[in-house]
């Protein structure tokens, strides 16, 4: 892949283009965006988790494996939060996305085909696209939101006669994609300048150290 100067070109959990690791102390701003994130990822999954044990304990409305499905899902949210050290987002598509967005969009797509305890869970796939668009690349961006969309039109897909019921799900599907759609560019676009105005700050700082021992 083709690299410039026009901001950092690491993988999202990569080495950064001159050899050394950047770590999150060097992108303070993306570090707490990264923690953020995670951190909010940890409390959908602990929702989620207490959420179908309640139906689950009161209803038997889930299934049982559902709620130990939850249960996983939760302790690897909360493991990767505390034990993930990313590195600065860049450029590049790393196949260690999986990690996080992956498994987010596997989670969610399993809960909201099983309609559990009738909710809907639409929303929760707008955590995976921000998260691919603030801290990956736009490819990456790019890639998830296709997935979703062609998970939520997957899931309005019309089983059975075309009724009333469909046609509103089918409508809410179309524009539940075009809004993230424009939510993951718009989002990507501007954490593109933040890096890029991080990178430029770093420079500078590193310029006028080099010319205070210089002088």
């Known amino acids: 892949m083709s690299r410039d100067d026009s901001g950092p070109q690491s993988s999202w959990f990569g080495d950064s283009g001159s050899g050394r690791p950047t770590t999150l102390d060097d992108q303070f701003a993306f570090g707490r965006l990264w923690h953020a994130f995670m951190t909010a990822r940890a409390a959908f999954a602990l929702v989620l988790f207490g959420l179908f ?21 939760a302790l690897s949210t909360i493991a990767y939060r505390f034990w993930a050290r990313p590195l600065a987002p860049g450029a590049a598509f790393s196949t260690q996305w999986l990690a996080v967005i992956g498994v987010d969009v596997a989670a969610f797509s399993v809960v909201q085909s099983m309609q559990a305890g009738g909710i809907n869970f639409t929303p929760l796939f707008a955590l995976p696209v921000l998260i691919s668009a603030v801290m990956g690349s736009q490819a990456l961006t ?20 075309q009724t009333i019921e469909n046609s509103q799900g089918w409508t809410q599907a179309v524009l539940t994609i075009s809004g993230l759609s424009i939510v993951a560019f718009l989002t990507n676009q501007l954490s593109g300048r933040l890096s890029r105005e991080e990178l430029a700050a770093r420079r500078n700082r590193m310029e006028a150290q080099v010319q205070t021992l210089v002088n």
Do not use: E
């Open 53 to 73: 044990a309640t139906i689950h304990g009161l209803s038997h409305g889930v299934p049982a494996w559902l709620v130990a499905a939850s249960g996983g899902y």
């Open 142 to 161: 790019l890639a998830t939101t296709a997935v979703v969309a062609g998970l939520l039109l997957i899931d309005a897909w019309p089983s059975g006669s």
